[in-house]
């Protein structure tokens, strides 16, 4: 009983093992980057082709075929509610990619589970980490297009590391889940694609918070992705500086789930190779 509460307060293990493995990190990061376009014709231009594609798509559908406006000042035209679109699509496409990549990551590496010295937590992390780095070319689109349909520049754009840092530890959390469950459930990549898929519907990337009648508005509100997407609009799209409540309550919210996934995946990773 102690040594389980021990290891539940115990934060320090997760960046020992990144600092002292951060040579093999750096290599498994490399190689998730390489390995997403080996093979392929454009290469690394499908990482700007692919988010362009989405962008077009979901404009055309919501603000041409539906006509859906942000009932806001900065979000009364289609060239806003696109751009504002695209801020809510650039963060969950993070998550939900990084989440997918890692519910097989351990399956699709039964060599290294065999090596006992070979620490598995670097896997999902190197996962996480590659996502993360080829998904900046999201917010360089846009950043390009706030410039063109804004016409301005903000220091507050300076401030979106606050949003992408609690975002990514929550990431790296729910994939620690969902790689140790991938193991011993093998539907879980299939059932993680359905959670996504609800979860997209419930987060307000083509919809804003106000436009969700408010007896309905609570479980929206609960979505911690829910914060991290309006923060990060406040901060590179209006100009706004981010309420510091919510922005430190979805930060210990993260830390909480990067903790409790990191503490699920090191105690059932001793099982894995029985199973595999």
């Known amino acids: 009983m102690l040594n389980t509460l021990r290891d539940i307060l115990d934060f320090r293990r997760l960046p020992e093992i990144a600092v002292s493995n951060r040579s093999l990190l750096w290599q498994f990061v490399k190689r998730s980057v390489s390995a997403r376009y080996r093979g ?14 989405m962008l077009c798509v979901y404009t055309f559908v919501f603000s041409v075929v539906f006509r859906s406006r942000w009932g806001t000042d ?36 039964t060599n ?11 896997l999902p992390l190197s996962q996480t980490l590659a996502t993360f780095a080829v998904g900046m070319v999201w917010f360089f689109l846009l950043f390009l297009g706030t410039v063109f349909v804004f016409g301005k520049l903000s220091f507050t754009m ?3 590391p606050l949003v992408l840092i609690p975002l990514f530890l929550f990431t790296l959390g729910v994939s620690f889940f969902t790689a140790s469950l991938g193991v011993y459930v093998r539907d879980t990549s299939y059932a993680v694609g359905v959670v996504l ?56 919210i993260s830390l909480l789930v990067l903790h409790l996934g ?11 190779a029985d199973v595999l």
């Open 262 to 272: 990191f503490l699920w995946f090191h105690k059932t990773k001793k099982g894995f």
């Open 158 to 160: 300076l401030l979106l």
């Open 40 to 53: 392929s014709m454009l290469g690394i231009f499908w990482s700007f082709i692919q988010p362009m594609m």
């Open 112 to 122: 290294l589970v065999k090596k006992v010295i070979f620490p598995l937590e670097i």
């Open 197 to 252: 898929q609800i979860l997209f519907f419930l987060t307000p990337i083509f919809y804003p918070v106000s436009a969700i009648p408010e007896r309905f508005r609570w479980p929206i509100l609960l979505n911690p992705l829910t914060i991290l997407i309006e923060e990060a609009r406040k901060v590179f799209l209006y100009g706004e500086l981010p309420d510091w409540r919510f922005l430190g309550a979805a930060f210990l």
């Open 74 to 109: 900065i979000g009364s035209g289609r060239g806003s509610f696109a751009i504002i679109l695209f801020c809510g699509l650039a963060l969950f496409n993070l998550f939900s990619e990084a989440v997918t990549l890692n519910s097989g990551i351990i399956v699709s590496n």
